[in-house]
């Protein structure tokens, strides 16, 4: 069974630039996380969905980031425009959660953002 | 929300020994995840324990979720044990919050 899989792996951008991240969770999990993570910090989450609702997006700084998940599978982050302070790793991550609660996450590789 | 502290923040080793991760945290859960990053930055699953104890090879975990903490044991570590380990939990509102981690480097 294939993992999650997120594309591009590494992106190089001049600040003010759009950029987009996609991610395609395992098959038949429901529920998708967007996550940040800072050099020498843990995860913070950026955005939920459970299929195609986002449910938890209040960590999302919604000026200039955007997402969505088209058909409850796969998903596309985008920031615009870029900051310097964007610079990180962004991580998808996906499980299949049922009536009783949240279920083990699986983490895609991520993609590091620079931002120059 | 609910905060997610981890103990020590740095551990060195010399291969074969043992070792104890804590995380602490301020609220029931419904969920409690370890993970692993590894030099590459790949999370990588070790346990999905909200309570109880369970074992995988030389790792094992428990969860005091009435105390609200959680221990990972290490046992006869090995130079692949390097990576950051990461505590996750899940409460009733189901935002994942998770710990700064603990940075572990086993030396041969």
């Known amino acids: 069974e294939a993992g999650v899989v997120q594309s591009p792996r590494y992106k190089i951008i001049e600040k003010k630039q759009p950029v987009a991240f996609w991610c395609n969770p395992i098959?038949?999990?429901?529920?998708l996380y967007w996550y940040l993570q800072n050099l020498g910090q843990g995860p913070e989450l950026l955005i939920r969905?459970?299929?195609?609702?986002?449910?938890?997006d209040s960590q999302l700084p919604k000026d200039r980031f955007s997402a969505e998940r088209l058909k409850g599978v796969d998903s596309t982050l985008k920031i615009q425009p870029a900051e310097l302070g964007d610079s990180a790793v962004y991580l998808c991550a996906s499980s299949l959660d049922i009536a009783g609660g949240p279920e083990t996450q699986y983490f895609g590789p991520g993609t590091r953002l620079l931002v120059l | 929300g609910i905060q997610v502290e981890q103990s020590p923040p740095d551990l060195i080793l010399q291969e074969g020994a043992n070792s104890t991760l804590r995380c602490n945290f301020s609220?029931?859960?419904?969920?409690l995840q370890w993970f692993h990053q590894n030099p590459w930055g790949q999370l990588i699953n070790l346990f999905y324990i909200p309570s109880g104890t369970k074992q995988n090879g030389r790792l094992s975990a428990t969860t005091v979720a009435t105390e609200r903490y959680s221990l990972l044991y290490i046992s006869s570590s090995q130079t692949t044990d390097s990576g950051v380990y990461f505590c996750a939990v899940q409460g009733g509102s189901y935002i994942p919050t998770f710990g700064r981690g603990t940075s572990l480097i086993v030396h041969p």
């Open positions: 969905y459970e299929n195609e609702e986002a449910v938890d």
């Open positions: 098959s038949g999990h429901n529920t």
């Open positions: 609220d029931s859960v419904n969920n």
